[in-house]
């Protein structure tokens, strides 16, 4: 997905343990893997797990708290008629994060993110959306970026489709490097799209510079 200074600098330090932590704690199946952690497109309400998450709340603004996942009819639906509700992982619930820091946190892939379930009407997990914590570290969030490549080594490297967008006006290279980046994949269950961007604004501290990447996982139409 991306040239190949980026992957030539990136994947041998990144992709390896760090996927473990894509589908940590998903139990095997079968006849189809989770999507993340316990969680699968197709699961009702129901059935999501009664323990180990916290934080919920709406993803759209004024992102209304929620009590658990029952809830999420609270929150506004989109143009497809699903419903985003956020969280996090529990730490309380996690024994290893009271002893060790890189296990504290909602994290995919080592990275601190937002997770959310898209909630249809019928009550069914009808998408997962996994965005980069723009409020994390600085010395995590500069790699932002690359949780990217990951995801698409997770889904397979093969069968991307990507458009790629040029600097514009009032928009320039971080380290030489620019992305805007929109990929879509479509296997025969789920519909991938991954973007990510990395750049800054004239004069924009590095600190500050636009650095995310936002994994969306659908059901194959």
């Known amino acids: 997905m991306a040239g190949p200074a980026i992957r030539s600098q990136a994947v041998p330090a990144l992709l390896g343990a760090a996927l473990a932590g894509w589908m940590l704690a998903s139990p095997a199946r079968a ?3 989770n999507d993340l952690r ?6 009702t309400v129901d059935q999501l797990p009664r323990t180990g998450y916290t934080g919920f709340s709406c993803a759209a603004p004024p992102h209304q708290a929620l009590s658990s996942w029952q809830d999420y009819r609270a929150c506004p639906a989109d143009a497809s008629g699903r419903r985003e509700v956020r969280f ?8 290893l994060a009271h002893i060790n820091s890189s296990y504290q946190g909602t994290r995919v892939a080592g990275h601190p993110v937002l997770v959310a379930l898209l909630i249809g009407d019928d009550g069914r ?9 723009p409020k994390a570290p600085l010395y995590m969030h500069k790699k932002a970026f690359l949780l990217a490549m990951q995801a698409e080594a997770h889904f397979g490297e093969e069968g991307w ?4 967008g040029q600097p514009g006006g009032d928009e320039e290279p971080v380290g030489g490097v620019f ?3 929109h990929c879509e994949k479509t296997t ?8 990510r961007d990395l750049y800054r604004h004239p004069g924009q501290d590095l600190k500050d510079a636009v650095n995310d990447t936002t994994v969306t996982v659908l059901p194959a139409s």
């Not at 489709?161 to 790629?164: E, L, V």
């Not at 025969?188 to 973007?195: K, L």
């Open 125 to 133: 997990v009808d998408g997962l959306r996994i965005k980069t914590d």
């Open 88 to 95: 996090r992982y529990d730490d309380s619930a996690n024994p």
């Open 188 to 195: 025969s269950t789920r519909h991938v799209i991954i973007e």
């Open 161 to 164: 489709t990507c458009t790629k």
């Open 38 to 43: 316990e969680f699968r497109l197709g699961m």
């Open 179 to 181: 992305i805007k980046e």
């Open 31 to 33: 006849e189809e893997p």
